[in-house]
């Protein structure tokens, strides 16, 4: 038997206590590694290597045969925030919300209504639009913008509570582009990308370091010189002095920009 995450979003901590530091979150239909067990403390690997400890209650067993089944059938990514996830068909039983990020096993789709399997094995049914734009950048920003009035949540990864790498990791996993879950590793996937502000893309990232030279934030641009992060809450500020956006605190603190061409 796997386990997957069962709830819209589970956190997980550095220790088994609720009282230690939330570190990151797994989203609905994750599938985790189980490391070790203390009471009702899981200690577990995410699928980006990310490793913590959460409660058994955010988690459900899931039989290798319905799990094999599911992987192979098409996937709805959840690019709408606080999506609603209903019992029938004609979406008047709310039993849930799906996050950003999630991916459901589609059963059957009717125009713009998917009929979805729920973690449990029971059937669900919710409403989303087709992504209709191709161009990659364009979607990155447009789901970034989603996430505006968003509060910062150290940890999080969702439209409920994020923070900057949750951030950058969500939206580009809608797009089907894996990347780490901290910015500190992020870096590392485009560290030969470096790029002069001027030639820089919507979706091209901007990295912060402190005054150790530690890589401890990063934001998308907008478009050059507007960047959209998260930091207190999610915000757009801009790299230009004369800009009313301007940071000079975050200006100070620019590592670098990167182009995510590569990663496209």
């Given at each position: 038997m796997?386990?997957?995450?069962?709830?819209?979003f589970?956190?997980?901590?550095?220790?088994?206590?609720?009282?230690?530091?939330?570190?990151?979150?797994?989203?609905?239909?994750?599938?985790?590694?189980?490391?070790?067990?203390?009471?009702?403390?899981?200690?577990?690997?995410?699928?980006?290597?990310?490793?913590?400890?959460?409660q058994?209650?955010?988690?459900?067993?899931?039989?290798?045969?319905?799990?094999?089944?599911?992987?192979?059938?098409?996937?709805?990514?959840?690019?709408?925030?606080?999506?609603?996830?209903?019992?029938?068909?004609?979406?008047?039983?709310?039993?849930?919300?799906?996050?950003?990020?999630?991916?459901?096993?589609?059963?059957?789709?009717?125009?713009?209504?998917?009929?979805?399997?729920?973690?449990?094995?029971?059937?669900?049914?919710?409403?989303?639009?087709?992504?209709?734009?191709t161009?990659?950048?364009?979607?990155?920003?447009?789901?970034?913008?989603?996430?505006?009035?968003?509060?910062?949540?150290?940890?999080g990864?969702?439209e409920?509570?994020?923070?900057?790498?949750?951030?950058?990791?969500?939206?580009?996993?809608?797009?089907n582009?894996?990347?780490?879950?901290?910015?500190?590793?992020?870096?590392?996937?485009?560290?030969?990308?470096?790029?002069?502000?001027?030639?820089?893309?919507?979706?091209?990232l901007?990295?912060?370091?402190?005054?150790?030279?530690?890589?401890?934030?990063?934001?998308?641009?907008?478009?050059?010189?507007?960047?959209?992060?998260?930091?207190?809450?999610?915000?757009?500020?801009?790299?230009?002095?004369?800009?009313?956006?301007?940071?000079?605190?975050?200006?100070?603190?620019?590592?670098?920009?990167?182009?995510?061409?590569?990663?496209?």
């Amino acid at each position: 038997m796997k386990k997957i995450v069962k709830t819209t979003f589970a956190n997980i901590y550095d220790n088994p206590s609720f009282q230690s530091q939330v570190v990151t979150q797994g989203i609905m239909w994750e599938l985790v590694e189980m490391l070790d067990k203390k009471g009702d403390w899981i200690k577990l690997k995410l699928p980006d290597g990310y490793i913590g400890w959460t409660q058994n209650f955010f988690l459900i067993e899931i039989d290798d045969d319905f799990y094999k089944q599911t992987k192979k059938m098409e996937h709805l990514t959840i690019h709408k925030p606080f999506t609603a996830i209903y019992s029938d068909e004609k979406l008047n039983n709310k039993i849930s919300n799906a996050s950003l990020g999630v991916k459901f096993p589609i059963i059957e789709k009717k125009d713009e209504l998917y009929k979805v399997y729920l973690t449990n094995k029971n059937i669900g049914y919710l409403k989303q639009s087709q992504i209709t734009e191709t161009n990659i950048r364009k979607n990155i920003i447009s789901i970034a913008k989603s996430f505006l009035g968003t509060s910062y949540q150290w940890g999080g990864r969702t439209e409920f509570g994020i923070d900057c790498s949750g951030l950058t990791q969500t939206v580009l996993s809608i797009q089907n582009i894996a990347i780490p879950r901290d910015a500190s590793q992020q870096i590392k996937l485009v560290k030969d990308y470096k790029i002069e502000l001027k030639d820089a893309k919507p979706g091209d990232l901007v990295f912060f370091q402190n005054e150790n030279g530690s890589i401890v934030h990063v934001a998308f641009i907008l478009e050059s010189p507007i960047y959209i992060h998260s930091s207190s809450e999610m915000k757009i500020n801009s790299l230009d002095k004369d800009d009313e956006l301007y940071s000079e605190k975050l200006f100070k603190m620019v590592e670098g920009i990167y182009s995510i061409e590569n990663l496209l």
